[in-house]
């Protein structure tokens, strides 16, 4: 690719969410091309919690066994009143989407591995030492996006089809576009100290939430632990820096810490910011950015790995000719509240650790202590249900399925392990391939749906699901069309799938490749095949309109809220 000159996919900044987004498009078939101001990957530690959801992602990009090694699973977080004493913990469970919810990593050795990873594709690239010093969009409507780079004194000129900017929150392609953030910065600033070859073997996260001075101890992989630290109202930053000062900070908490050798400290303002736009013509903003994340949460590069998955499939589709580009309208209606979300609940926990005074701190602490007597609220802190769900609420999906869906359209189908018919186990999305994918339990007409979806010209993998009670037994459904041959079988060996499709009164449900549930189908109720089918069609590369006609999606029609480029919103 050195001496092509145009790409269909240009991304500017070869960060997690740059090289994750890179990585699927690679595995969707979609050339691209990342460029990247310096000469390599950054080495330093920046994020180091990475969660299910993102891990997901990995997985998508067929990585995973690479990545895993390198990744602590499934840590928690314990919380220190301000007289040192444990009163809280948050230690969830779960493995809903295949992996447990909170997970330590480095920054730098995940980017590493996406950076090697695309030399699996043939169609993908990475300019380093290049820098983005201008660009022109064509627009929608035109052909391409002009850029002008810099690299090694010397100016080059490319085109793309779209360019996405993964360039950080101080982006300056959301600069040039004129595009401003929204929202607010912390006045407290943080001291972030990285070291190496902990001796305590300690897992979890310890959260001390004292007023004198908040503080935050991060266990990490191969021996790594960070520490971080809260400075008050005029405090000098250069000062504070001092590793004296450090040292003794480190002491009060953990004394064998305060020997270990230091490999990074910076003092770091935390934002709580979205920008007003992420899509400007034929360029989009993906990660920071797009959003700026406290770190309370450890989900700002979670959120922007969520944009890739999102954007990925989607960007594939369009350059691929399989939908129309009104499809990538729905990326920042989907990414963009969930993002939001995120944020606010990342400043709640911040405000709960950074108590103002004793007595907020024995209020605040006093009350949750309390309300963790009750069962349901413990449960609720422990196992981390008060995280926002992958679920959207405007966008590319058909909405209308019953009240009662455990797992509604636009959400995320969770990820249980499945029986294969040879006896051996896999997560489901292995299963599942990189496409979309009809989940039809054993007995339903999933040759109707799939006729259903024939006009749109949709590629779809049909697999069946064997019931949790039943053995790999073929079982046609009574009349079944004579495409219901599935491309794979496996059996719900926990009961999840089809618990999940019976919720929604349904015996199907079809998938994105992202794996959000675009919709279910009953064999009984044509209605559902019909809004899927207008759905599809409007966004098909040959409907003679980028707009859909209003007629189709009525707001009466179960997609209620309906909007131009039949993008639905669920009640």
């Not at 067929?62 to 040192?84: A, E, F, M, T």
């Not at 950080?168 to 070859?197: A, F, P």
């Not at 009349?479 to 618990?499: F, I, M, S």
């Not at 006609?549 to 919103?569: C, E, K, Q, Y």
Request: proline letters at 6%; hydrophobic letters at 45%.
């Amino acid at each position: 690719m050195a001496g092509e000159t145009h790409f269909p996919v240009v991304i500017v900044g070869a960060g997690p969410t740059g090289l994750m987004l890179a990585n699927l498009l690679g595995v969707q078939g979609v050339s691209s091309l990342v460029i990247e101001r310096n000469t390599s990957t950054v080495g330093e530690p920046r994020a180091v919690t990475i969660d299910d959801e993102s891990l997901r992602t990995v997985q998508a990009t067929g990585l995973i066994r690479d990545v895993l090694p390198q990744v602590v699973q499934g840590y928690g977080v314990h919380y220190y009143s301000w007289r040192n004493k444990e009163f809280a913990r948050i230690e969830p469970q779960g493995m809903e989407h295949g992996f447990p919810k909170r997970n330590a990593f480095r920054q730098q050795v995940l980017v590493g591995q996406l950076r090697d990873g695309l030399q699996r594709f043939d169609e993908a690239a990475i300019w380093f030492g290049h820098e983005l010093t201008r660009f022109q969009d064509e627009g929608v409507d035109g052909e391409a996006v002009q850029l002008e780079l810099k690299h090694a004194g010397e100016t080059k000129h490319i085109s793309c089809n779209w360019l996405v900017a993964c360039d950080g929150g101080r982006s300056s392609v959301r600069e040039q576009l004129g595009i401003q953030l929204t929202g607010s910065t912390y006045d407290e600033k943080w001291l972030i100290v990285d070291l190496l070859d902990r001796t305590s073997a300690f897992r979890h996260t310890r959260t001390y939430c004292d007023p004198v001075r908040p503080a935050i101890r991060l266990p990490g992989p191969a021996g790594t632990l960070r520490y971080e630290f809260m400075l008050h109202e005029g405090e000098d930053p250069e000062q504070m820096l001092d590793e004296a000062r450090i040292r003794s900070w480190i002491r009060a908490r953990e004394p064998a810490d305060a020997t270990l050798a230091i490999t990074r400290k910076v003092v770091y303002a935390f934002h709580a910011r979205v920008a007003e736009r992420w899509k400007s013509g034929r360029v989009f903003l993906a990660g920071d950015a797009a959003h700026l994340t406290p770190p309370f949460a450890g989900q700002g590069m979670n959120s922007g790995v969520r944009d890739a998955a999102n954007l990925a499939w989607k960007l594939a589709a369009v350059v691929q000719g399989r939908l129309s580009a009104a499809v990538l309208e729905s990326y920042e209606l989907e990414r963009k509240p969930h993002a939001w979300s995120l944020i606010q609940m990342a400043v709640r926990i911040g405000t709960f650790m950074q108590p103002k005074s004793a007595l907020t701190a024995m209020l605040t602490q006093g009350a949750l202590r309390l309300c963790s007597l009750y069962r349901p609220v413990r449960d609720y802190v422990m196992q981390l249900r008060f995280k926002p769900r992958p679920r959207f609420f405007e966008g590319f999906f058909a909405a209308g399925e019953a009240a009662t869906a455990g797992v509604p359209a636009g959400q995320l189908l969770p990820q249980p392990m499945v029986e294969l018919p040879d006896g051996t186990r896999a997560a489901l999305d292995d299963v599942l391939g990189s496409g979309f994918a009809l989940l039809a339990l054993a007995g339903a007409d999933a040759g109707a749906a799939l006729e259903n979806l024939a006009p749109s010209g949709l590629a779809c993998r049909h697999v069946q699901v064997v019931l949790q009670t039943d053995d790999f037994i073929t079982v046609a459904a009574p009349g079944a069309a004579p495409n219901a041959t599935p491309d794979a079988v496996l059996r719900d060996g926990d009961g999840t799938l089809e618990k999940i499709i019976r919720s929604a009164g349904a015996d199907a449900v079809l998938l994105r490749p992202d794996r959000y549930v675009l919709a279910y189908f009953n064999r009984q109720d044509a209605r559902a095949a019909t809004r899927v089918q207008a759905l599809l069609q409007q966004f098909s590369p040959h409907h003679a309109s980028a707009s859909p006609d209003p007629a189709l999606n009525p707001a009466s029609d179960a997609i209620p809220g309906a909007i131009p480029g039949a993008i639905s919103s669920a009640a």
